[in-house]
């Protein structure tokens, strides 16, 4: 039995939103993943273990990003052979990318657990907290194979056109996540170390039983041992791709960090209300980054089909439902965040603090209804240099110097958080020059060149 679907001919909305809920659903799990760790462990741990958690979590969040935009280029190639119906290449690329991120995970492995604490210095974790920091961040190490071979999975079979095993995967890894998480914390009290240990057991079954299911499907690409070696081309073919992806997601991160900085300067009650309101943004922005992976698999497989103006209504419909929903996420966050804010804190005033920074997101809930479309669309005909290019502007030459310069000026939640928004609208512009410069391409030459 097959899941993965040809996005090359019949109709186009349903068949996009069929695809994007699975993913909308494993990105939400994912989300709730690090909640229910921390859940766990402020319950039946000390605040010791929650600050080695919360710290140590956010290097791991980094690295599975990069993993996870670097595993993109697989996502996008197989999809524009799968378009060509050249299933044979598609399983070379598959091949090379397995024998890629295997050796990624050995050197992920083996830097991250022997410079532990050294990146638990790096992190700035508490003196209290500091052998806990760097136990959890080493025993996370050790399980390095398993965090790729997880998310190179999902890239695969979103590439063919399959986002429900991608979502089987994540919904396995959490079961897995919040039994093993009561097991070795509530019940061993290993805190920090148990929930890390939690985390590499439930991503290691995950993997195992997602490739038991795999073997007894039918799949759309030819794959031998022998595709499963190193091939310079495509692996460079694949980094080509990948790595302005995730050059692109960490930078984004670390211009959030910034800004988290910026707003540490002006007291706690404001650090303590913009930590809850990113907590929230989290879930806001869910459904644009649903978007934008599916885009990514729907565009590349039209683009090898050479399906360009099928493409060209793909982004429309994105767009346009996608949009959708954010004028729901814009209502409830402009006019209802206190009460989102309260599902995190309690103190009134860190609440208040929170609802006003979560109104500047709010109108990025609707700018990212069009720009995350447009990345998903730029990634799936494989122009992710510019992608990285327009998310620096955005990041590092908008984001930060807005924020820092209207700190100085005012220290209005509100009006600092306005430098997201901001940000966006500067790459909205750049996106739409550029998708006009790629469709005058596409006429005057007949192809993307």
């Given amino acids: 039995m097959t899941k993965e679907k040809n996005f090359t001919k019949g109709p186009i909305l349903l068949p996009l939103i069929q695809f994007a809920l699975p993913i909308l659903a494993a990105l939400f799990l994912q989300t709730m993943y690090g909640a229910v760790d921390l859940l766990v462990v402020g319950q039946f741990a000390d605040a010791v273990d929650v600050s080695a958690v919360a710290t140590g979590s956010m290097l791991m969040h980094s690295v599975t990003v990069v993993i996870t935009g670097l595993s993109m280029g697989i996502t996008i190639l197989v999809g524009q052979y799968i378009g060509q119906g050249k299933p044979e290449k598609a399983g070379k690329i598959i091949g090379s990318g397995i024998y890629l991120f295997l050796l990624m995970a050995i050197i992920l492995t083996v830097v991250v ?5 050294g990146l638990a210095g790096l992190l700035q974790a508490p003196e209290e907290a500091f052998e806990r920091t760097s136990m959890y961040i080493r025993i996370c190490a050790l ?10 999975l999902g890239s695969i079979f979103r590439g063919i056109g399959d986002s429900t095993m991608p979502l089987i995967s994540v919904m396995i890894a959490c079961v897995f996540n919040v039994v093993g998480d009561l097991f070795f914390v509530a019940v061993l009290h290993l805190g920090a170390s148990g929930t890390a240990i939690a985390t590499v057991l439930a991503q290691a079954l995950s993997v195992l039983l997602s490739l038991c299911i795999i073997r007894k499907r039918s799949l759309p690409f030819t794959l031998s041992i022998r595709d499963i070696r190193f091939d310079g081309r495509k692996i460079s073919r694949i980094l080509q791709m990948g790595i302005p992806i995730a050059l692109q ?4 991160s670390i211009s959030f960090l910034v800004i988290m900085g910026i707003v540490n300067g002006l007291g706690v009650i404001a650090s303590a209300g913009v930590g809850v309101a990113e907590k929230l943004c989290g879930f806001i922005m869910l459904a644009p980054s649903a978007y934008m992976q ?7 497989q039209n683009v090898g089909a050479e399906k360009y103006e099928r493409a060209d209504k793909t982004l429309l419909y994105g767009v346009s439902t996608s949009l959708i929903v954010g004028v729901i996420m814009f ?13 995190f804190a309690k103190d009134a005033e860190i609440i208040a603090a929170s609802a006003e920074y979560l109104k500047a997101y709010a109108i990025d809930t609707l700018l990212t209804s069009f720009l995350f479309c447009f990345m998903g669309y730029f990634n799936g005909y494989g122009l992710t240099l510019f992608v990285m290019l327009q998310g620096i502007i955005g990041g590092i030459c908008v984001r930060i110097p807005a924020a820092f310069l209207i700190s100085r000026v005012d220290d209005s939640l509100f009006h600092i958080g306005l430098a997201t928004p901001c940000s966006s609208l500067v790459q909205i512009i750049l996106c739409i020059g550029y998708f006009m410069i790629v469709k005058k391409k596409r006429k005057t030459r007949g192809v993307l060149v």
């Fill in 249 to 252: 997601d960490l930078l984004v």
């Fill in 331 to 343: 209502y409830a966050a402009f006019f209802h965040g206190d009460i989102l804010s309260g599902l």
């Fill in 294 to 300: 599916s885009l990514s698999a729907f565009i590349a």
């Fill in 113 to 117: 657990a022997v410079f532990s604490s």
């Fill in 143 to 152: 399980g390095s194979l398993f965090i790729v071979a997880y998310n190179v």
